[in-house]
């Protein structure tokens, strides 16, 4: 497949809005979520649990459960046969095309998303057979080629072995040989490191990177880990309460936030509070309060309850994303200035 190169993006949000029927009322999980993923490029979406990250990634490939659906906006995939085509509202056959060849995912945890009765070597050749109509040898010699290249030794021997056979960071090699196996044009990494030792994150990341690099993939990766946004992501993206709050290039992001949410997320890193000598070692800082509802939204801005700079009118009305500096920045606040 590989990815677009006439630089238009690979993957455009587009006021994208999901809800869920729940007992106690519609909860609008995603609100006017818009943005681009450039072929090579990896976008970072962060924020708190439950701020959409994952909701805005399942989205994609119309994963959501049966509760949720979208109810506006737009997600124009390129790079499939030559020509885009709108995943919100494609009829389910053109979905199952494009699940697995044009856009892969990385699920947060391997051992719920590989299927136990089946061994690792026969779950990658199913998709190589089915979207690129190989033998069952020729898909086997495939994954086993697959297997040594995202790093796993004797690749012969672990195509005969069941999921739960495999090291944690095993299993995760193995999803994402599996996820590449088609040479997609987008790969979407949800949470993919958030069970490993650091060690092991670090050697899935500088795996994803080689992938990309010599691929020319583009790369949703969802974290609410902001320490690993500078190891992996070329611009980030931080959600709060289903909405876009700020985005930017990661660099400048993480250098100067332009939101008090991303500046709170920041303040939260241990690394950044932990000092040599552990005689002044002190309680690290939280967020005060507690997210917005998501069923009764407030009128103006999600974040004002919690924010430490908010005025009157940041209560009043929705506030829109806009440019801070340049187009490139984004801030969804009406002091952005003042940070």
Not at 130 to 154: D, M, N, P, W
Not at 316 to 325: D, S, T
Request: charged share 20%.
């Amino acid at each position: 497949m590989g990815a677009v190169t006439d630089g238009a993006p690979v993957l455009s949000l587009e006021g994208l809005c999901v809800q869920f029927a729940a007992e106690h009322g519609l909860v609008r999980a995603l609100k006017d979520v818009s943005f681009d993923i450039g072929a090579g490029e990896t976008v970072a979406l962060v924020g708190e649990s439950g701020s959409g990250k994952s909701v805005t990634s399942l989205s994609v490939l119309r994963l959501l459960p049966p509760s949720g659906r979208i109810t506006g906006g737009r997600i124009l995939f390129r790079g499939w046969r030559g020509e885009a085509i709108d995943l919100a509202c494609a009829p389910e056959a053109s979905l199952r095309a494009v699940r697995g060849a044009g856009v892969s995912m990385i699920f947060q945890e391997p051992m719920s998303a590989l299927n136990p009765a089946f061994t690792v070597g026969a779950q990658i050749a199913e998709t190589i057979e089915l979207h690129q109509r190989t033998s069952r040898a020729e898909a086997l010699g495939r994954a086993e080629t697959l297997l040594a290249k995202v790093g796993i030794a004797e690749s012969a021997r672990r195509l005969g072995q069941y999921p739960h056979q495999l090291s944690g960071g095993m299993r995760q090699r193995v999803m994402i040989a599996m996820a590449v196996a088609c040479r997609p044009a987008l790969l979407i990494a949800d949470e993919p490191t958030t069970a490993l030792d650091v060690t092991t994150q670090a050697q899935v990341l500088a795996l994803l990177r080689a992938l990309q690099a010599e691929t020319g993939l583009g790369v949703l990766f969802v974290t609410h880990n902001l320490a690993l946004v500078p190891m992996i992501a070329d611009r980030v993206v931080v959600m709060y309460a289903g909405e876009i709050v700020e985005a930017g290039r990661a660099a400048e992001v993480l250098a100067a936030p332009k939101h008090p949410y991303t500046r709170a997320l920041l303040e939260c890193l241990p690394a950044r509070h932990l000092p040599r000598d552990r005689t002044a070692w002190r309680p690290l800082p939280t967020i005060e309060g507690a997210p917005a509802d998501l069923v009764d939204r407030p009128a103006g801005c999600a974040f004002a309850g919690r924010c430490p700079i908010a005025v009157r009118e940041c209560r009043l009305e929705a506030i829109r994303l806009r440019p801070v500096g340049d187009d490139a920045r984004l801030s969804r606040c009406l002091r952005a200035e003042l940070l």
